[in-house]
């Protein structure tokens, strides 16, 4: 099958049940989505697919050709990370980090569609995102953190 991840094609032989997480990570060596419940209850596995953010881990590749996946190796890069990304640092929202990437890919879709969230607009859209260390406010401080940085560079 023929995909798009990260603005990139790819081409994979993909057997059909294959679930999108299991090709990210165990095919593709796209490591930064996580599986940790792999029944889409934690929503460690969220990537984006055109621009919405899915469980990875209750998706079937095949369902995915021909769209557009963004994981959290396409949201910053070395040496430029992510507005979210230095915002996540600066409010220290990263305990262990297990549940970050997909923290990440759902703030980046709330912020794609909401450029000035709420706190409850954030809560609401990270709902399907747990975190077991609990770091909760300090996640939505480093969405609307990211938000407001985002909105000052585009002003400029
Ligand atoms: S690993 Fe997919 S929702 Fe938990
Ligand atoms: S930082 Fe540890 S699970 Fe969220």
Redesign the pocket.
Known sequence: MNLSINGRAVAADVAGATTL?ELLRDTLALTGT?????????????VLVDGRPI????TLAHACEGQAIRTIEGLGAPGAPHALQEAFVAEDAAQCGFCTP?QLMAAAALLAANADPSDAEVIAALS?N?CRCGTYPKIVRAVRRAAATLRSSADV
């Open positions: 997480l996580k599986r940790a419940c792999d029944i889409g209850e934690c929503g460690a596995c969220t469980y990875a881990c209750l997909g399907g747990l």
